[in-house]
């Protein structure tokens, strides 16, 4: 496409955008199922998948195909208009969880906004003006705008974005008497990430989660699921909280925040609600201009109907055991691997090396991954992945640990 060489393209961009990340020393060119390839021609198999965003790998038929029919037709409208596309692809999000109302955004920062406003309004109706604090758990993640920004605990290292919003109070993650020392007359919310991501891949024990909705539905307070990364098929169910059980079945969230996989690389977010809380968000108090526009819902329909299509949710479970398993052996055999942890596609590896260095080494192996906390290899494949492929990412590990050792 471009007459431009690679270095060129990434000296010119470090020119004229942000520099909110460092470049790679590679230019991205396309990507065919698991697959990305680079302006050289390399190829890499792809278990970042845009951090767990491509859920049916890259260029996939049928996405490709309704973008094309759907553009044709139309891309835009006010949302105060209905659109069979928005309708389809809601009716799908209420079918197939707990919840009744949903509010379509364009990302997940923007669903976790949403949430909160909507958590809040239910709250100050519900419980008083001065009901609007909020819990939420240290080393979690939910997003850059200030709202979302407000409840992750980054906050504390940037104090450069202050004031943020007030009333937010942070427990320890898998600990249900740190939340409820926090607990109070005016606390509004709980929000929490089923698995954390950017925390390190640490998944949540059910009986945390049961307790967290014991101690909502004693208060009265919301309880919301972050499942932007974990939902949408990536821990082998359609929502993330359908993955915890104890003996009285799956938590249900009240709300819950919905990004990444639904759109498998196109823009769409969705928060999903409970009907008590959803309709806290009556009208004028919330909107969005592209929001549930009817080209991001035909590709999120078309995306949400291939997870929930027959085999597809038990293809991800057999690939996550697989892949642990290998790791385990890797583990066994390089004594270089310190931890495993994670749920679904969603595994994080700790090892003994610097991460950026095990990251570029494997990337010179040919194999994209992702950084997770301070130090964790973060695995997030497309949802796709066939076991050929998982066990040539096993290969590429177990190689490029020895060549670092």
Not at 212 to 222: E, G, P, S, T, V
Not at 248 to 277: H, Q, T, W
């Amino acid at each position: 496409m471009s007459k431009k060489t690679p270095q060129e393209i990434i000296e010119q961009t470090e020119n004229v955008l942000v520099k909110t990340y460092n470049l790679q020393p590679v230019v991205m060119d396309h990507g065919k199922g698991c697959y990305s390839y680079d302006s050289a021609g390399k190829k890499y198999l792809d278990f970042a998948a845009g951090i767990a965003v491509a859920s049916l790998g890259h260029a996939h038929p049928k996405i490709v195909k309704t973008i094309t029919s759907q553009t044709k037709r139309l891309m835009a409208c006010q949302a105060s208009f209905a659109t069979a596309e928005r309708l389809e692809a809601a009716q799908i999000l209420v079918d197939n969880g707990c919840f009744d109302l949903v509010y379509f955004s364009n990302s997940g920062t923007e669903s976790v906004e949403a949430a909160l406003k909507c958590a809040r309004k239910w709250a100050y109706d519900k419980k008083g003006k001065n009901c609007h604090e909020i819990i939420a758990f240290k080393n979690a993640f939910h997003g850059r705008t200030y709202g979302s920004a407000s409840v992750t605990s980054k906050r504390e290292t940037q104090p450069f974005f202050a004031p943020y919003l007030d009333g937010v109070h942070f427990a320890e993650f898998n600990n249900p008497l740190s939340v409820e020392s926090l607990i109070n007359d005016n606390t509004a919310a709980i929000i929490v990430e089923p698995v954390q991501g950017e925390g390190g891949l640490v998944p949540a024990n059910p009986f945390f989660l049961k307790d967290l909705r014991r101690m909502c539905d004693k208060h009265n307070i919301c309880l919301r699921f972050d499942e932007i990364q974990a939902g949408m098929g990536r821990l082998g169910t359609f929502y993330a909280y359908q993955s915890f059980e104890t003996d009285d079945g799956a938590i249900e969230p009240d709300i819950a925040c919905l990004a990444k996989g639904m759109g498998s690389g196109f823009p769409v977010g969705a928060m999903v609600a409970k009907r008590e809380f959803g309709e806290a968000l009556s009208l004028g108090t919330h909107g969005t201009t592209y929001g549930g526009n009817p080209l991001s819902c035909a590709v999120a329909a078309t995306v949400t109907k291939e997870i929930l299509s027959d085999g597809f949710l038990d293809h991800v479970n057999k690939i996550s055991e697989h892949l642990v398993d290998g790791l385990r052996k890797i583990q066994c055999s390089s004594n270089k691997i310190t931890d495993i942890r994670g749920k679904g596609l969603m595994i994080g590896v700790d090892t003994e090396f610097d991460i950026k260095v095990l990251l570029k080494k494997l990337q010179d192996n040919g194999f994209m991954a992702t950084q997770a906390g301070k130090s964790t290899l973060r695995l997030t494949p497309p949802l796709i992945v066939s076991l050929e492929e998982a066990d040539e990412a096993l290969a590429i590990i177990d190689k490029t640990l020895k060549e670092l050792s």
